[in-house]
């Protein structure tokens, strides 16, 4: 049970493709973003899609598996954990971030079968 303290997974749609940065050391790190949907009814039986929004990191292998394979309104599932951090901005504001650190990756869809 200590693995399940925070962990998250996720299957939803890239909203942008990876921005990949390769750092002094070598080591990689990917940013993307993706969309999850959840359907339901509402009380009239109207069918409502709600969508939510997810920050993510992607450090070494996994974001060379990101680089090479993912791009825009891929469909993927992931685990991760959630990361918090905050910065001050250029007008000297504290700006707070939560992110999923990806940890495993798996391609679906059927253009990434092939993959």
């Given amino acids: 049970m200590y693995a399940l303290k925070n962990k998250v997974q ?3 749609n ?9 750092l002094d050391n070598g080591k990689k790190m990917a940013r993307f973003s993706m969309a999850t949907n959840e359907t339901y009814r509402n009380a ?7 969508t939510q929004w997810h920050n993510l990191i992607a450090w070494g292998k996994v974001a060379e598996i990101a680089e090479k394979y ?15 951090r905050s ?21 679906l869809g059927k253009e990434n ?3």
């Fill in 10 to 12: 996720l299957i939803g």
């Fill in 14 to 22: 890239l909203g942008i493709n990876p921005e990949i940065k390769t």
């Fill in 44 to 50: 009239k039986g109207e069918k409502v899609v709600e």
């Fill in 70 to 84: 993912l791009q825009k309104g891929s469909e993927v599932a992931l685990e991760g954990k959630l990361i918090n």
């Fill in 87 to 107: 910065y001050t901005d250029k007008e000297g504001n504290k700006k707070y971030i939560t992110e999923i650190q990806v940890n495993e990756l798996l391609m």
């Fill in 113 to 115: 079968a092939k993959a």
